[in-house]
């Protein structure tokens, strides 16, 4: 009987395909929304000049004299911090194991390192670490918590989209935690009271089959950003060209296998690491949402 152990199920192998079913792998957001990426080699900080514009030229009648309005410098640092993870196993596993554990291993450090970025680029506060795009937004609107945005007229979206200078429109995009988002799509047209639709103002996206595109411009679920409190902001609409992701090093991940360190204990370990740090460069490149 197979059903049970001493009557014969002991005599039955247990087979295991070649394949291993996992969890999709997440991709890096704020790096496909499109922020600015560059390496960095040499060196372990590298700082990047910033630039306010001056004042309107001003009017003034012949020969008269005029203020000087000279544009104002900064610096922008960007520091390696390392990122790492480590694995160890047994010589006996990865002999007879019937998967490549090198190449399983690997693609799981590069899901580490994913959840990493995520975290970093959306709420890194950029002190000993850094800084994320949602943390580094000038919140610009405030709304009385979570359910007010599914139970409002979209203005807050609005007054969000405008809090933003025209220049960096054309190319912002918007990014929330999905909570946000679901309470965003829940927005609907209750303004004539019982007379209303009651439709869902996120028709135009629903209906063309493009829900990823909020007032023209694309959102991405990024959820490590805040979906409640006050002190976050929980809505961003942003220029990505203006969040800089700087790579240190040879600019990915760095996988260095350990044949000699655990060979007391007939082990091999493999430790990977990656470098990176960001920042938002121009401030006003990037509006927020609060909840309060």
């Known amino acids: ?69 000279e544009p ?30 090198g190449g399983v291993l690997t693609q799981n450090f590069g899901w580490q390192f994913t959840q990493a970025e995520n975290s970093a680029f959306a709420t890194g506060t950029g002190s000993s670490q850094p800084q994320g795009i949602a943390y580094a937004a000038t919140a610009a609107v405030s709304a009385g918590s979570t359910l007010a945005l599914a139970t409002a007229n979209g203005d807050y979206i609005i007054d969000l989209y405008h809090s933003l200078p025209y220049m960096y429109r054309s190319n912002a995009v918007w990014f929330a935690n999905d909570q946000v988002i679901k309470a965003i799509r829940k927005i609907k047209d209750l303004s004539g009271g019982a007379a209303s639709t009651g439709n869902y103002l996120w028709q135009s996206g629903l209906q063309a089959g493009q829900p990823d595109l909020l007032m023209g411009r694309p959102i991405y ?72």
């Open 221 to 292: 679920p990024l959820n490590s950003m805040a979906s409640s409190g006050s002190t976050s902001n929980v809505l961003v609409f942003a220029d990505p060209r203006f969040f800089w992701v700087g790579d240190f090093g040879l600019g990915g991940t760095e996988i260095q296998q350990l044949n000699e360190l655990y060979a007391d204990t007939w082990e091999i370990g493999w430790t990977a690491w990656r470098r990176f740090d960001s920042h938002l460069v121009v401030s006003e490149a990037a509006k927020g949402l609060l909840l309060r």
């Open 72 to 101: 104002t410098f900064g610096t922008v640092a960007f520091t390696a911090y390392a990122y790492k993870a480590r694995y160890k196993a047994s010589r006996e596993v990865l002999a007879d194991s019937r998967f490549d554990m």
């Open 1 to 69: 009987v197979e059903g049970t152990a001493s009557l014969g199920g002991n005599l039955v192998p247990q087979l295991y395909n070649n394949q291993i079913v996992s969890n999709l792998i997440e991709n890096s957001i704020v790096r496909q929304a499109g922020a600015y990426q560059f390496p960095i080699q040499g060196t372990n900080t590298l700082n990047v000049t910033t630039m306010t514009r001056s004042s309107a030229a001003t009017l003034v009648s012949e020969s008269a004299s005029v203020a000087t309005s």
